[in-house]
C-alpha cells in the first residue's frame, strides 16, 4: 500500500522519586526512538497487579528492563550498594522472572496500544539496566553480575543520558549495551581507571568496537583513556557528523507523525527503527538527493535503488505534474518490479516530489510467483522501459567525516 503525507516541549525536569521512570520514558521517546515500544511501569494485570519494573521496553527480539533508583551516596558507598545496586538487581531479576517464567500468560498494557499478552518466546536478548537517578558519581562498578543468572548493567543518571543521546537508535543502544556488557563480563574485578564516557568515546570511535587492547589489559588502558571524551566532543569531525546526522531525523519524523498511525504501520515502522543514526542518514541522503537532482525536469520520474540487510530501498523522484492514481500506479508497480528484478522479498518505498512538498511511502514484501506474474513484470518492465541499461554506481560515506 501508498501512503500520502503533505506536510503542513521539551519534557520539564522532574525530580520526585515517583516520577523518575517517566522521565526516562520522555527523554527515550522525545527523540521518535522508542515510545511505541517503551511500557512505563508495567502493570501485571491477570496476576498481582503489582508493577514489574519502571520501564519495560520491547522490540523486535529485544526486551531491556529497567529499574531507576533515586539515593544520593551521602559519602556512605556501602549503604549506596545495598540501597541501590543490591535492591535494583533483584527487582530487575524478579521482573524477568515475571515476565519469562511465569506458569501463566502475563498480561500488560501500553497507552496507545491497549492491553496485550506478552510472549517470553518472542525475545533472544534481554538487558537489564539500573538507573541510579540521585546523586552522580562514578565511583561504582559497571556492572552487577550473578551467577546463573546473569548481569546487570548500572549506569548513573548524567552517564544514562548521554548514552541515549548519542546512540538514539535501537540498534546503536543495542550494539553498545552487548559489547560494554562482554568487555566488563571479561574485567570482572579490574578496575576501570576512566569514566563510562570515556569508554563510550573510545567505543564510537574503534568501528562502534572495543578494542583488543582493551579488553586484554583493562586497568592500564582505562588509565589512558582518562579524558577521551573531552576529546571526543571536541572533534571537528564528530561536529561534522551530527550536522550530517541531521538529514537522518526526516526518518524519525517519518515514523512517528505519519508510519505508526496507519493500518499495519508498524510493519514499515519496525524496519525503519531497525537502522542504526548512520544508516538512517545515507536512507534520508538518497532520498533528498534524488529529488534536489530532478525536481528542475518537468514530467519526470527518477528511480534509485539500494540493497541492506536483505532489504530493498527504493527511492523515487515524482512529477506532479502526473494525477495521484497514475503515481500510486507506478510507485506500487515498482516496489514490485524492483522486489522480482532485485531478488528481494522486502521493498521499504520512500518517494517525493519537487521540494519534498508531498511525499509517499510504503512496504512491499514479496509472495511466491508464478510463470504468469513473472510475464506481467517482464512486460510491465518493457512497457516502463526499465531494467533495460541499469548504471551501478558505488560511494563510500564515513560516519564521521574527515577533518
Known sequence: MIYKKVPGKEPEEIH???????????????NAYLKHWCYPNPIDIDGDKKEICDLLILFFDTAIIISVKNYDLKGNYERF?????????????????????????????????????????????????T???????????????????????????ETFEIIIQELDTIKDLIEYLKSREDLLLKNLGNKCNCTEKDLLAQFLMNKREFSNELI????????????????????????????????????????KNDVLKLPNGELLAKELMTLSRFERRIIAQNLFEIVEKNEDKADFLARRFLKYNGIGFLFIYYPIEKTQEEIDFILQKAQELYAYYHNSNKVVLLAASKGLKQWKFGLFQATELNEQIENYLQELAKTFGWFQNEKRTERIIKEYPDE
Open 131 to 157: 538507573v541510579s537517578a540521585g546523586e552522580d558519581f562514578e565511583n561504582y562498578e559497571f556492572i552487577d553480575n550473578k551467577e546463573g543468572k546473569g548481569s546487570v548493567t548500572i549506569f548513573n543518571k
Open 16 to 30: 520526585s522519586k515517583g516520577e523518575q521512570a517517566e522521565e526516562l520514558v520522555n527523554s527515550l521517546s522525545k
Open 81 to 129: 550498594k545495598k540501597k541501590v545496586i543490591e535492591k535494583s538487581s533483584k527487582q530487575l531479576f524478579g521482573a524477568e522472572r515475571k515476565l519469562f517464567k511465569s506458569n501463566r500468560p502475563v498480561k500488560i498494557s501500553h497507552s496507545e496500544k491497549g492491553e496485550e499478552i506478552f510472549n517470553p518466546d518472542d525475545y533472544k536478548n534481554i538487558f537489564r539496566i
Open 216 to 255: 586484554a589489559d583493562f586497568e592500564n588502558e582505562t588509565e589512558s583513556l582518562k579524558t577521551k571524551w573531552d576529546s571526543y566532543i571536541q572533534s571537528k569531525s564528530v561536529f561534522i557528523k551530527k550536522l550530517e546526522d541531521e538529514k537522518s531525523y526526516f526518518i524519525d519524523e517519518l515514523i
